[in-house]
């Protein structure tokens, strides 16, 4: 019967290695049900009226996700384009701009997606801002998303074209009181009159990623206790294996003819 060969420094290695990805398993299990119970308020907040602001400031945990009206009008000259924002595989850009809202905060808001000039990636295409006052609806979000700066890239406080923004650093930037939340303007898919187009992927939690995660997590567990149970029963070569009789000297030989010439 064989039996398992364990090494104190390579198991506890192994028992390490199992301890970290069974931990990281489960945390992701937990984000998991995190996001379950936001995408079933994102369900909720889908079917309830939209809530208009005024005065009044909210908290982004009491208002992401939920539908709102704003009446107010743009402040055209603190826009900001966010940069390598594709769409259907096109490179363009975001356009977010502070909307005044009348009687109360300002808040941020992502009108749309405009493409990007082949020719000059800094050019930004035309499109139309209202002077006056309007009424706008979309939903609220808790930033207007994030992409990877590349090398070399310097998207500093104070340009027209970034690659990122944070809503909490570009309202000390500018000095605007901003509601703690982005609007995402709502659109049917087309460009509309302004000539920016709002075709938004439906708001989910994505679930599913962090289930994979969870699985890819257990997956190296369970590889890393099979290869250490094959190293643990990994047997030496027997005794009388190839390499013994390959290291059998002459004597060894001798002996084995003597006790042959012996037998009757």
Do not use: C
Request: no cysteine; glycine share 10%.
């Amino acid at each position: 019967m064989r039996r398992p060969r364990i090494r104190v420094w390579p198991a506890a290695a192994l028992v390490a290695v199992m301890a970290v990805t069974i931990a990281l398993g489960f945390w992701q299990r937990d984000r998991a049900h995190q996001k379950e119970t936001r995408q079933r308020a994102i369900v909720a907040y889908a079917h309830m009226p939209a809530r208009r602001l005024g005065a009044e400031r909210v908290s982004l945990a009491a208002i992401a996700y939920h539908r709102v009206v704003l009446r107010g009008h743009f402040l055209a000259d603190r826009v900001v384009y966010l940069d390598n924002r594709s769409h259907q595989d096109r490179p363009g850009f975001h356009v977010l701009m502070p909307f005044a809202v009348t009687g109360g905060a300002p808040v941020l808001v992502n009108r749309g997606w405009l493409p990007r000039d082949p020719a000059e990636r800094t050019r930004i295409a035309p499109y139309r801002t209202s002077p006056g006052e309007i009424e706008i609806t979309g939903l609220a979000r808790a930033d207007a998303g994030r992409t990877l700066m590349l090398a070399g890239q310097t998207h500093e406080a104070g340009q027209r074209i970034r690659q990122n923004l944070d809503v909490v650093a570009y309202a000390r930037e500018t000095g605007l009181a901003l509601q703690p939340f982005v609007l995402v303007q709502d659109g049917d898919g087309t460009a509309g009159a302004d000539g920016l187009l709002r075709d938004w992927p439906p708001a989910t939690a994505d679930v599913a990623r962090n289930y994979g995660y969870m699985l890819q997590w257990w997956g190296m567990a369970a590889a890393a206790l099979g290869f250490g149970l094959y190293l643990a029963f990994r047997r030496e070569a027997p005794a009388g294996g190839p390499d013994a009789a390959r290291g059998a000297g002459p004597a060894g030989a001798h002996e084995t003819l003597e006790r042959n010439d012996s037998e009757p």
